[in-house]
């Protein structure tokens, strides 16, 4: 197992770096000289209120230090990554908030034993210096079944007791009242995570292994084990067994979750998994809560409490009353608190109706008699192809783009298969070359589905004056002029254009009189398959391939491989 790649300066500074990163973009935070400590720049406006301090081992990011703010910390002491930050470096921020004028300072720390260690021995060595200073621990990991010594990890809830004890502190309440008020939230709070991969600290190897249709349940945020090993579950299933297990009543670590009940849930990125993902897991958490009977007063979804680059994540319920939901709404600057809508998340949300068609928006007129029979023929036979060729067009799309290229020409081919089961075909060929485009449009997806829908939409224009052989070679000249107009490209350029020009070319010869079509259509064929192999030794002038050395790019362009395929596929439709 090899080191994992890091974009940093070095291993023994990259907890500085970030630190100074954060404070060099950030005018409301300050460093504590001689410490790895950032504080509120304005220390002066805590003058009379208690002071919030917490922190742990960096590499959990945005936690802790982009929670300082007016509303939630006064400042954070970071450790090196995973490492608890150092008793002097805790014992002088509460040094600075203290003679700074806070009311009283409170301790918030996640339940792990350095963090417990250290900021316990700096709270005694501060109280013995006169200091008033508190202590809450969080600890809202739900996955173990059996209680543990060491009790409940902290977790991505400590995010939500800097928040409830934030809004408490700048509204004014005491110490005492806030260790009460935050103690209380933490028993009514869960979390458990899931992961897909493990994370890696700076210049060591990954914590552990996972195998690739594997995913783990329960573990912690610095890579330790959890409590399952799994096959890999779609977003729903694996949501609703996250969610199973946090309240499994023979789960010593559960919360306890009834129909009626209000939480704020926390979606959080343990910071590997793509946006995309996160919102598939954050609206399956809405449905599967719902279908508790459970009202979701708030929803956070992002990046709040992190595990390196860690690709997974955890939810976090926090039963709540009005109270507790008013405190969470309040206002802070804290940089990475979301911009949170005072309302609640819900799957019931209406839809907006969708807008009326333009004015110019004409009902097709269906066929049912031989020529759609042809038709139908044609594009079964151009949707087999297609799909036939996915692995194909991905493994040709890999070399110069995202690799997804037949997977594109896949999603078009099943959406046309769908539509010449369920519907009549239009019986004009503009009116079928136009639906056609409409389909391609939203379905498709991608770039191609654009150029696709360009091509369709401007070669359908020559067929409202009629569809004689000339019109075919006009209505193919004005598809490919409409793709060079809005797609930049020209002939040459290594795109799906080349196959279609070189077809465009051949297909000319339908304007002399008694052409025949299949003879011309067989010719335009061959010109486009020569087309399509001549761009292996073309220099990409359009596209993402067009970022790429032409030293890389040894294959045809799949586009244009495409192309010549759907052409052979209409000649093979129409011969049968």
């Known amino acids: 197992?090899?080191?994992?790649?890091?974009?940093?300066?070095?291993?023994?500074?990259?907890?500085?770096?970030?630190?100074?990163?954060?404070?060099?973009?950030?005018?409301?935070?300050?460093?504590?000289?001689?410490?790895?400590?950032?504080?509120?720049?304005?220390?002066?406006?805590?003058?009379?209120?208690?002071?919030?301090?917490s922190g742990g081992g960096s590499g959990h990011e945005p936690a802790h230090a982009g929670y300082i703010g007016k509303g939630m910390l006064t400042g954070v002491v970071a450790g090196a990554v995973f490492?608890?930050?150092?008793?002097g470096s805790i014992l002088a921020a509460i040094r600075a908030v203290t003679q700074a004028g806070a009311a009283g300072t409170l301790l918030i720390v996640k339940n792990y034993t350095g963090d417990r260690l250290n900021f316990g021995l700096a709270l005694e060595r501060a109280r013995a210096e006169g200091a008033d200073v508190g202590m809450v621990v969080v600890g809202d990991d739900s996955a173990f079944a059996a209680p543990k010594k060491a009790g409940r990890r902290g977790l991505c809830g400590t995010v939500l007791v800097h928040k409830v004890a934030g809004a408490l502190a700048e509204a004014g309440a005491s110490l005492d009242e806030i260790v009460k008020k935050v103690s209380a939230a933490t028993k009514a709070m869960g979390t458990l995570g899931l992961s897909l991969s493990p994370c890696s600290v700076p210049g060591s190897k990954p914590t552990f292994q996972l195998a690739d249709d594997e995913m783990e349940l329960g573990l912690g945020i610095h890579g330790e084990a959890g409590v399952r090993r799994m096959k890999v579950l779609p977003a729903d299933e694996a949501v609703e067994t996250m969610l199973a297990h946090m309240t499994d009543p023979s789960n010593a670590s559960r919360l306890p979750l009834s129909p009626g009940d209000s939480v704020v849930l926390v979606v959080n990125n343990l910071g590997g998994l793509s946006c995309l993902e996160l919102g598939i897991v954050a609206g399956a958490a809405v449905r599967r809560l719902e279908s508790r009977g459970v009202r979701i007063a708030r929803a956070l979804v992002g990046s709040f409490m992190t595990a390196l680059e860690m690709a997974g994540v955890s939810l976090t319920l926090m039963l709540v009353d009005d109270e507790l939901v008013k405190l969470i709404d309040a206002d802070t600057t804290a940089m990475a608190w979301p911009n949170l809508a005072a309302a609640p998340a819900t799957s019931q949300r209406q839809e907006l109706p969708a807008p009326n068609e333009g004015p110019g928006t004409a009902q097709p007129e269906n066929s049912k008699g031989p020529g759609a029979a042809r038709v139908q023929l044609v594009l079964e036979r151009v949707c087999s192809t297609l799909l036939d060729m996915q692995d194909k067009l991905n493994e040709l799309d890999r070399a110069a783009g995202d690799g997804d290229c037949g997977h594109t020409h896949a999603r078009a081919a099943r959406a046309i298969q769908e539509w010449v089961r369920t519907r009549p075909l239009p019986a004009a060929p503009a009116q079928l070359l136009s639906a056609l485009a409409d389909l391609l449009l939203e379905k498709m997806g991608g770039s191609s589905g654009v150029l696709y829908g360009l091509f369709l939409t401007a070669a359908a224009r020559p067929l409202h004056n009629g569809y004689d052989l000339p019109m075919w070679a006009d209505a193919m000249d004005a598809g490919i002029e409409a793709m060079q107009r809005y797609g930049g490209a020209a002939p040459g350029d290594r795109t799906m254009l080349d196959s279609l020009w070189a077809a465009a070319q051949a297909l000319h010869a339908l304007r002399s009189?008694?052409?025949?079509?299949?003879?011309?259509?067989?010719?335009?064929?061959?010109?486009?398959?020569?087309a399509a192999e001549a761009t292996r030794h073309m220099e990409a002038g359009a596209g993402r391939a067009s970022y790429i050395s032409s030293a890389q790019l040894l294959q045809p362009d799949p586009g244009a491989v495409a192309v010549a395929a759907v052409l052979k596929a209409v000649l093979e439709g129409l011969r049968s």
């Open 83 to 87: 490492t608890s930050p150092a008793v």
């Open 513 to 530: 009189p008694g052409a025949d079509l299949l003879q011309v259509l067989a010719t335009a064929v061959q010109s486009a398959e020569a």
């Open 1 to 53: 197992m090899e080191v994992p790649k890091k974009l940093v300066n070095s291993v023994a500074c990259c907890a500085d770096d970030a630190l100074a990163g954060l404070v060099a973009c950030n005018p409301g935070l300050r460093l504590l000289r001689g410490h790895r400590v950032v504080l509120r720049a304005d220390l002066a406006a805590i003058r009379g209120r208690v002071a919030l301090l």
